[in-house]
């Protein structure tokens, strides 16, 4: 019930590719999925989250898409840059309250020049 | 805006040795987190404090103890280092479902 499912592991494209993470979480309970951006060295920084009401949320050139039947999410990023390169991780938990974070298991993205 | 801060960012300890590993955040959150991050196995969860005064296990708390000292701060202890608990460690804290994260601590037990 607590598992967020996060594919693939890792992923190449060419700069100006579009990659695409997916998720699919089991608790219908959770109302809020974001994503994490990590750098290495660094923590992860939230970069984008979505709550079920919405079908897609777009912030520059990141994209959520949700498909609430499906308990799927997924994370694309148009005209990807090598500055893109890092690890994304999906997450989901409840918007209210107290729910701790339950994070996907990270996708290693390596965009080439 | 410091956000969250983790000190050290580097340690070495021999097989038994102990630390703290300590954590402070200037946002006021009520929640606060430890994570550990090892290659494959993303971030799981070994600790946390959902309000000032409270702490719970998360997934994985075996040989590790925490103390939420005030608000603002939250320290990891580790009693007996094993090389099992090499890794990069997290803190993160969250008002709200958005979580902050410091810049970990890399450990290494020898």
């Known amino acids: 019930q607590q598992q967020v499912k996060q594919s693939p592991q890792s992923l190449i494209v060419q700069k100006g590719g579009i990659p695409i993470i997916n998720c699919a979480y089991e608790n219908t309970a959770f109302d809020y999925f974001p994503w994490y951006q990590q750098f290495p060295g660094k923590g992860p920084a939230l970069l984008i989250a979505i709550r079920p009401d919405v079908s897609e949320k777009k912030e520059g050139r990141f994209t959520i898409s949700f498909n609430k039947s499906a308990k799927q999410f997924s994370l694309h990023i148009m005209d990807s840059q090598p500055g893109d390169s890092a690890t994304y991780f999906c997450a989901a938990t409840r918007a209210t309250g107290f729910q701790k974070l339950v994070f996907g298991t990270g996708t290693r993205l390596l965009v080439s020049p | 805006n410091a956000g969250v801060t983790q000190t050290p960012k580097f340690q070495v300890l021999k097989t038994g040795q102990s630390m703290t590993l300590q954590c402070a955040q200037d946002m006021n959150h009520n929640s606060m987190y430890w994570y550990r991050q090892d290659p494959g196995m993303g971030l799981r969860l070994i600790y946390y404090s959902a309000s000032e005064g409270t702490t719970d296990k998360g997934e994985v708390p075996n040989g590790y103890n925490v103390s939420r000292l005030n608000k603002r701060e939250f320290s990891l202890r580790l009693e007996s280092a094993a090389p099992s608990q090499t890794s990069v460690y997290f803190c993160?804290?969250?008002?709200?479902?958005?979580?902050?994260f410091g810049q970990g601590t890399r450990l290494t037990v020898v």
């Open positions: 993160a804290s969250s008002e709200g479902a958005a979580a902050f």
